[in-house]
């Protein structure tokens, strides 16, 4: 038997590929998939009325790259191609982008013609950026923060009033701690290699590009030839895990809801003792834990204190997630993705988006708030009411946007340690803890947000990669 711990999208995902690759029916082993609550998807939560869509977790996913490409090779296998809604790029969700500095948003540059003006809140174009990086020297590093390596190359109000607000949205973080290959590997690369990140994408140019090649499902090629920016779930994100959880019932997988895992005993190379918390013993050949790393280290503890710590190093913030509905059949809001708040302007709010704008179907203006994130308790403290952030959240939104209206329907939710923290070392810290698992025999494979990459496409991709890693041992 093969046991996946969580059924959220990383457990899910874990099930699919584990089908996908025959490997119930080609080595007659069970299939067993875990969930501590009695829901399926974790952070993946959809509020659908007839007149709006609250998404309490993520709501965009981007498809670029071969991990975006190959969500969308899931999702039209899955069945779910029809619910797709693309942000192509003359969408305004795709051009506008904005910021809020000095009680005041702003538009950011999205064309090329945009870096040679100059436009608040920055004081010279952009373009100044790249000479910045021409002229400054290179710092032999091992790894470095992403605001200290754009400072460092692009200068400080690059790294203030674009990559700050940018990690804000989306991990929730500080960028002062941040390791730059969360988002930036090849241009520390560039820096660390070439002197520089202009010098380094020059060279590149040169070189041939061994970027992995995946087979384009219709979907993915239709994001390909039509330039999708990001897409949305109509009727809300939730559809992908309900339809994963169906395909895996439907393929006999052994879903077990309300089954937390409390303790994992390794024996041997292919025996795991899982104890769930009604005292029940399965003995598992493998495990796929997909579970965030504090829950795990929780679960290898006693066993395995080095492999716990390392675990449990891993940090993670608290979100405070209001939606607000407003039924106004008035435009209340410029056409935009949204708008971030740079960390520089201690606001409470971490960023605002435009649901309305980007996702299908809305009757009236949606707005999702975020809040808090690495200033959760700094700000608010450990104990605030959702009637408090509430409050804070609608004052905030009425004197930024100016709305005058009541809100017709809210959402609220205060989502405890939900986005882990790439910080300095993160990359180092993964290594060994896979190096311990390897060393030490353990047959258990890590999936999900706190290992590969944070967003849908990282959890998706790192099920896969997992998965076949195990297949081809
Ligand atoms: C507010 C927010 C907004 C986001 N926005 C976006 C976005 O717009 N685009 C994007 O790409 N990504 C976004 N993300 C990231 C995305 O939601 C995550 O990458 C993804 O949902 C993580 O899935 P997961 O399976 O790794 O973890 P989780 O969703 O945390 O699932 C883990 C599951 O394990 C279960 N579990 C925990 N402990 C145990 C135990 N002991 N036994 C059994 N089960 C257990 C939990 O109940 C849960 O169901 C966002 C995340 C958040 C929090």
Redesign the pocket.
């Known amino acids: 038997m093969a046991a996946i711990?969580?059924?959220?999208?990383?457990?899910?995902?874990t099930g699919y590929y584990l089908l996908k690759n025959n490997i119930s029916n080609n080595n007659n082993l069970k299939l067993l998939l875990?969930?501590?609550?009695d829901?399926?998807?974790?952070?993946?939560k959809s509020i659908k009325t007839k007149d709006y869509i609250f998404?309490?977790?993520?709501?965009?996913?981007?498809p670029r790259g071969t991990v975006g490409l190959n969500t969308l090779n899931m999702i039209q296998d899955l069945g779910l191609s029809e619910h797709i809604s693309a942000i192509k790029p003359d969408h305004p969700a795709a051009k506008n982008r904005m910021i809020y500095v000095n009680n005041t948003l702003h538009l950011l540059p999205s064309s090329l013609k945009g870096i040679f003006q100059k436009s608040e809140p920055f004081s010279k174009p952009l373009i100044y950026a790249v000479l910045n990086d021409l002229l400054s020297p290179q710092k032999e590093l091992k790894d470095d923060s992403i605001y200290n390596f754009v400072e460092r190359r692009f200068g400080k109000e690059i790294a203030d009033y674009a990559v700050a607000p940018m990690i804000c949205g989306i991990c929730?973080g500080d960028a002062k701690e941040i390791s730059v290959k969360f988002l930036m590997r090849s241009l520390f690369e560039y820096e660390q290699n070439d002197g520089g990140v202009i010098k380094g994408v020059l060279k590149s140019l040169f070189k041939t590009k061994n970027q992995e090649e995946i087979v384009l499902s219709e979907l993915a090629k239709r994001a390909v030839e039509e330039k999708w920016n990001v897409y949305s779930i109509k009727g809300g994100l939730e559809i992908i895990p309900t339809v994963m959880k169906q395909y895996l019932k439907e393929n006999n997988v052994d879903l077990q809801l309300n089954?937390?895992?409390?303790e994992l005993e390794f024996i041997d190379s292919s025996l795991v003792n899982v104890k769930k918390g009604n005292g029940e013993v399965l003995p598992a050949n493998h495990v796929y834990s997909?579970?965030?790393s504090h829950?795990?280290a929780?679960?290898v503890s006693k066993q395995h204190p080095e492999l716990s710590k390392l675990l449990s190093d891993i940090p993670f913030v608290t979100?405070g997630?209001v939606n607000l509905y407003f039924s106004t059949q008035k435009p209340l809001i410029t056409p935009a993705f949204g708008f971030l708040v740079p960390p520089i302007e201690n606001s409470p709010i971490l960023g605002v988006v435009f649901d309305s704008c980007c996702i299908p179907d809305q009757k009236g203006t949606v707005l999702t708030v975020?809040l808090g994130g690495r200033w959760f308790i700094e700000k608010f403290g450990s104990d605030i009411t959702k009637e408090k952030l509430l409050e804070i959240a609608v004052k905030e939104i009425k004197t930024i946007l100016k709305i005058d209206e009541s809100v017709a329907a809210h959402h609220v939710n205060i989502?405890h340690k939900?986005?882990p923290q790439y910080v300095i070392g993160h990359y180092e810290r993964v290594g060994e803890i896979r190096e311990y698992i390897s060393c030490n025999n353990l047959p258990i494979s890590l999936?999900?947000?706190?290992y590969d990459?944070?967003?849908?496409?990282?959890?998706i991709y790192s099920a896969k990669t997992q998965v076949e890693e195990d297949v081809n041992k």
């Open positions: 711990l969580g059924g959220g999208l990383g457990g899910l995902s875990l969930e501590a609550t829901y399926c998807g974790g952070w993946i998404e309490q977790g993520p709501r965009t996913i981007r929730a089954s937390k895992v409390e997909s579970i965030p829950a795990l929780k679960l979100v997630i975020m989502l939900c986005i999936v999900g947000s706190s990459g944070v967003g849908i496409n990282d959890v």
